[in-house]
């Protein structure tokens, strides 16, 4: 969705905008623009529809030297695709441009208002109705940081804003249930303020997470480059703040084509340094935190990939811990009326944390007293900061817009709380055992992806087919879901998750020689699985088995026969075949040449409902 990107310092802060701009592209966006103070001190903007580097070509011939810059990066939501809806919206009389993130719910009313105090408007978005009130403030006289309080302060919805002030060079941001995020490298005197982390990695090296309403005020040639107030005008210390690396790059593909293709090989090497974070390292003490929360029932809430991953852990909760446990999509949640009990636990799971439908159910969750537990990747993201207790799966930065890594972080540290609890508590026998469970996860993932070239063969004979359908039972259902929406999202390919037993009551009037089954086969209900195979196959649907090896009966019926070393895996065998689907998805969507790591109509982060 929407990405912003703002900058201030000694280095040309259009390249330092525009790379960030870049390293947001990923997020999903329709069109870009930026705005800067030119060496000759005037308020400049420059925006465009379509790519970035579409508006990196409009600026190629210009000379441009600017200290001080705001872009964006929009997804419309409010008025079509076009280079004046796109922002920086600016008011070049009071040197003023803004850029937003978000909806205003509000902004029908606010315009009217504003139309009527004679502020006039050039685009049909909502976000203009904030300049407009900044208009209307500085015009009754109030100084920018005053403007910019009680502009805010009449906005509804969620929201972030940033503000570029010509005449000071200053940049305000302020935002409601909205990412925002500030960073600073005090040995460059350089400030930056952003909607994602990302943008920051590798020249801040230390970042703020502002809580909501709080004004980040950041201003270049002082000692406090960087300061935050309350709305009342006063210091602000609501803000989480943490020192960054400088040398890890996120952004670096390295050997790999694609981002996802790279995250799905970090797999075993991220799986690896999960226990020791949770038994020795900082995890120890939020997992312990968890472990006293009460939890009479256990309520799953996320969206996409992040639910899917909630139901394996549902299945450990209770089979493992005989917990009940109600997992559901936070979209249907947050309006369902739930029946919530104080003594529930409710489990938010998200990479970003940032979903707006997970939020909104976090949020409703907290009204009622209950605890909240997040098992979330961004460290600061507002996820985080809500809940009682947090458990960070350690993904590292997720790019590819199809989650791989985080699945497989998030599973585990699920697992993870459901083997302390069912130990009653955390010690070395334990950490030990799962260490090694986990040690060998790692390494059969491994062995899979040394076998990407065969996968990659499987997927050169079916990526024309017409349908697939991924099937799986039990432990494995989840993850035939999980495999459908991977492959949907970045090969564009109908493709569909169902409870192998659940085929014959309606799909499979569909199944014909142009559609695929992708059938999941553990080694628990074996014989059944086979027999629904045995079903599509009569139906003369394309067979593709991910199962046990050595299996001859397997190998008869399959067109395509994918065997796997189920030994010893036991309960973490979903995430092992995970990881063919990934890659089979992958070499799919490489065959029909979609952008992999940029799926059209798809945003990272969903921060809108
Ligand atoms: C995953 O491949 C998807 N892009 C999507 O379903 C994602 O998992 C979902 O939007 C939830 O995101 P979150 O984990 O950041 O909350």
Redesign the pocket.
Known sequence: MCGIVGHLGPQNSVDVVLEGLKRLEYRGYDSAGVSFISSDNNLKIYKKKGKIQNLIDELADKEIHARSSIGHTRWATHGGVTDNNAHPHVCEDMGIAMVHNGIIENAGELREFLIGEGVKFKSETDSETFLGLLIYNVKQGKEIKEAVIESFKKIEGFSAFVVLNKETSEIFSIKNGAPLVCGMNEVNSEVLVSSDPYALAGIANKIYFPEDQVLCHLSAGNANLLNFYELDGSKSTRYISKSQSMDHNPAEKGEFEHFMLKEIYEQPELIRSLTQFYFQGEGKESLEQAVDLPRTNLHVT??????YAGLVIKDFFEQINRIPCRPEVASEFRYRDPILNKDDLALF???????AD?LAAQELCKKTGMKTLSIV?TEGSTLFRDCNVNLLIRAGMEIG???TK?FTQQVLTGRTLSAVIANGGMDDNLKNSLATKYSLLAERIEELLERSDEIRTVAGEIYRKQGFFYTGRGVYFPIALEGA??LK?IAYVHAEGYAAGELKHGPIALIDEEKVNVALVGPELYEKTVSNIQEIKARKGIIVVVGPQGKKDLEEIADYYIPINFDGLEELSPLYINVVNQLLAYHIAKFLGTDIDKPRN?A???TVE
């Open positions: 996320a969206c996409g990939t992040a639910y799971i998200s990479q970003s944390g940032e979903t997970t990747n817009v199809a989650s985080a929406l991977k999202e798809l990272k982060s969903v």
